[in-house]
């Protein structure tokens, strides 16, 4: 290997390692569920974004064994060239009446759906007001669309409309935000942020990955939360969450959808998604839709862990949702709790910087609608503990 690219990796790689920042992937045995195997022992799994837990469902796995069966495994082909199916239109039409929306367009995943949206529909001559916490796919899109960048810092609505006041005379304005941020756990305003897009003229694009399936009246999301689905522009999610698949939708007019299709490159220049994902990720939203039981069980186990882990002294920053961070600061003492959980049969896994702002390292916990209240007891017995131990409470 050349010797200086040699140099290069080894020094990068030792200063992420000095700086508790080197990060390493967690193989699991088998499935990932409210249990994991890792090196033949069970781990209670804290740490997924499989809110309901259906990635491991019988009804997901019949219909992406049957869609096997039926269509093959993979596409073959990019959508716009023969890889578009039955199954991946009747999706798209599904999720379109579920929204409420004109049209839907399915992408392979919520990084590339922002990727290609942003930069396709922003230029230089538009303006992005962005919060400070949103998802990297999103800053990533905005950099790549050339767009100016206005970030405003974490939920702060009057330092947003300060500059919705200012930052005029561009071609398009248009504020994008996660609707519940990943980190954190909390809320988007979407009432205020509508009120104040309404009140300067300017666009809203929402990103409901942690929502679909998870709030609203009928798990439609954050939007259906703050009654403001029709006032939204944009709506995009994800299908590899709350739904147990994979890929992501954008939500809108007829018009939007149709410029996607023919200028968003992560949509135009990628072998569509199989069938059998599709398929999945269709039987998911159908759960979602039939089966409210699901999502209470969700809510009453995140209430309870948000009430008694307050009560211990963790501090949780303000989250509202089945994402629980709990704020440790530094970077190397967040993984040392991480590692003091594995010890004890509990995966949860320490979120640092650059992920989230220096010196907020957290551990970042979620709770599924299948842990028992056994499970949820023994995880508040060993965070207590090794908490007070760590001089966190
Ligand atoms: C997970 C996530 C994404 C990316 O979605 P993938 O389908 O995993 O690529 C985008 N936005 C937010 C807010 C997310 O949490």
Redesign the pocket.
């Known amino acids: 290997m050349n010797e200086n690219f040699r140099l290069f990796l080894t020094r990068e790689l030792e200063s992420l390692n000095q700086k508790g920042l080197k990060r390493q992937m967690q193989i699991l045995d088998g499935a990932q569920d409210a249990h994991v195997y890792i090196n033949g022992k069970e781990y209670l799994n804290f740490c997924s974004?499989n809110y309901l837990g259906l990635v491991n469902h019988n009804r997901l796995k019949k219909a992406a064994i049957e869609e096997i069966e039926a269509n093959g495994v993979g596409s073959g082909a990019s959508r716009l060239v023969c890889g578009t199916l039955k199954v991946h239109q009747l999706l798209e039409e599904k999720i379109a009446q579920f929204k409420g929306a004109e049209s839907c367009l399915i992408f392979?995943?919520?990084?590339?759906?922002?990727l290609g949206i942003i930069s396709s529909l922003f230029d230089a001559n538009d303006i992005i007001f962005c919060d400070k916490f949103?998802?990297?796919?999103?800053i990533d899109g905005i950099m790549l669309s050339g767009a100016k960048l206005k970030r405003y810092p974490h939920g702060d609505m009057s330092a947003l409309e300060e500059m919705l006041r200012k930052e005029t005379g561009c071609r398009k304005r248009v504020i994008i935000t996660?609707?519940?941020?990943?980190m954190d756990g909390d809320m988007a305003p979407l009432d205020k942020i509508v009120f104040l897009a309404k009140k300067y003229d300017c666009l809203v694009m929402i990103?409901?990955?942690?929502a679909l399936g998870v709030l609203g009246k009928n798990g439609k999301g954050a939007a259906e939360y703050f009654g403001v689905e029709k006032d939204i522009d944009i709506q995009?999610g994800?299908?590899?969450?709350a739904v147990g698949s994979?890929?992501?939708y954008v939500c809108g007019s007829k018009d939007l959808i149709s410029f996607l299709i023919n200028r968003a490159r992560s949509f135009i220049y990628t072998t569509a998604l199989p069938t059998s994902v599709i398929a999945a990720a269709s039987e998911g939203l159908d759960i979602i839709q039939t089966d409210s039981l699901l999502r209470k069980e969700l809510w009453n186990k995140t209430f309870f862990l948000h009430n008694n882990l307050r009560k211990m002294g963790f501090d949780l920053l303000n989250t509202q949702t089945p994402i629980i961070p709990i704020l440790v600061k530094d970077a190397v003492k967040a993984v040392k709790f991480s590692q003091r959980l594995f010890e004890k049969g509990i995966l949860i896994s320490a979120i640092r910087p650059p992920t989230v702002p220096p010196h907020t390292a957290r551990l970042r916990l979620t709770v599924m609608a299948t842990h028992t209240q056994q499970e949820l007891e023994k995880l508040l017995d060993v965070l207590e503990r090794i908490g007070q131990e760590l001089c966190l409470i």
């Open positions: 974004n392979n995943t919520g990084y590339m759906a922002n949103n998802h990297a796919s999103i996660d609707s519940v941020f990943s990103d409901e990955a942690h995009m994800t299908l590899s969450k994979l890929g992501a």
